[in-house]
């Protein structure tokens, strides 16, 4: 009776698109008041956001999404896909950033470090709102017709 069901590509992007969109728009009212707060719990559980929703994310793009499209598409397309993958290379740089700065927080506590955090942080959830709000708009109906037969119904 367990049937097994893989979402298909539009309704995998949707999906992760709304958590993204919804997590990072708590973490850009969340991640300013870090600096003043006494525990690491948010800048944790930011980490744990970046990886499994936006670093996984993006993986998934680039890797099943993005080469049907620059194969399939036109001239335009193939523009707009590129610049998506500038915004990933931009994104992924603020993110690996992060990182290193959380390494050193880990080292050593340090005020401006949680600060240099929390302004990183921001800069990330701003940047990856606009690209998803983008690709929403843009990327999605290019979904629809490039991988043809997907959601081609919500309902039963
Ligand atoms: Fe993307
Ligand atoms: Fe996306």
């Not at 990072?24 to 944790?44: C, S, T, W, Y």
């Not at 610049?83 to 880990?106: C, G, Q, T, Y």
């Not at 506590?109 to 990856?128: C, D, F, R, W, Y």
């Amino acid at each position: 009776m367990t049937q097994q069901i893989k979402p298909d590509a539009l309704t995998r992007m949707m999906t992760e698109h709304g958590q993204i969109t919804e997590k990072a728009a708590f973490f850009r009212q969340a991640l300013p008041v870090i600096k003043m707060g006494k525990n690491h719990d948010q800048i944790n559980s930011f980490a744990a956001f970046l990886n499994e929703f936006i670093v996984s994310h993006f993986k998934y793009e680039e890797d099943a999404i993005f080469p049907r499209i620059l194969e399939r598409g036109d001239g335009q397309d193939i523009d707009f896909i590129r610049s998506l993958k500038a915004d990933h290379v931009r994104i992924l740089a603020l993110v690996e950033d992060f990182f290193v700065k959380l390494d050193e927080l880990l080292v050593q506590e340090n005020p401006s470090l949680i600060e240099s955090l929390s302004a990183k942080g921001v800069e990330i959830v701003t940047q990856t709102l606009q690209h998803a709000q983008t690709e929403d708009e843009r990327l999605i109906p290019l979904v629809r017709i490039h991988f043809p037969g997907t959601m081609t119904s919500g309902t039963p």
